[in-house]
Each structure stands twice: as C-alpha cells, then as structure tokens.
C-alpha cells in the first residue's frame, strides 16, 4: 500500500515562496509517476505539475513560470517550489501517485493561504 505524506504548506504573502514535500513509501517510488493536484474552496481539484519516472514535466498554464516540480528517487520524495505566489493560488495542495500498475493514490493534503 503507497502512502503519500506532503508537508510544507502554510500562510504566505503574495509574491513569496513555498516548498511542498511529498514522502512516499510502500512502492518502487522510481517507477512511478507523480503530480501535485490543488482544489479551492468551490471549485473541482485541479492539476498542477507532473512529472513521470522518466522526469518528464508538465504545468497548469497557470502556475507556468512560477512553479517547478522536481524529484528525488534517493529520497522517495517529490516537491513542489512555488515562486511568486498569488491569493488565486491558495487551496488544498495533494500529491498524486500513478504507479507502474496505474493504481492511483493520494495525499491526505497540505492547506496553501497566500494573502494579498
């Protein structure tokens, strides 16, 4: 069973920064492909960055330029630096698991506040 554990939400003020941390365990974590998802009060969850075992990456239009996603396969984590960041982005942050088996799994969440 993959257990995703994210850390490293919080309160900030519009043009700061944040880094999102997702450990993963229970699964061969350079297999798998990963990604941060977002939902707002009101609104459907969102993706927000990808990235594939074979480090490939993908963004919201909106976040482009302003977010990077990255892993580390020693660590079994995945992050998510976000630079810039607006009130629009405040929302529930989860990371995503797709593994080899396309069993999908997810984070219980990390709550994002940006102020203006």
């Known amino acids: 069973q993959v257990q995703l554990v994210e850390s490293g939400g919080g309160l900030v003020q519009a043009g700061g920064s944040l880094r999102l941390s997702c450990a993963a365990s229970?699964?061969?974590?350079?297999?798998?492909?990963m990604a941060w998802y977002r939902q707002a009060p009101g609104k459907q969850r969102e993706l927000v960055a990808g990235?594939?075992?074979?480090?490939?990456?993908n963004y919201a239009d909106s976040v482009r330029g302003r977010f990077t996603i990255s892993r580390d396969n020693a660590k079994n984590t995945v992050y998510l630096q976000m630079n810039s960041l607006k009130p629009e982005d405040t929302a529930v942050y989860y990371c995503f698991c797709n593994d080899l088996l396309s069993r999908v799994y997810w984070g219980q969440g990390t709550q994002v506040t940006v102020s203006s």
């Open positions: 229970g699964s061969i974590f350079s297999n798998d492909d």
């Open positions: 990235i594939t075992s074979g480090y490939m990456t």
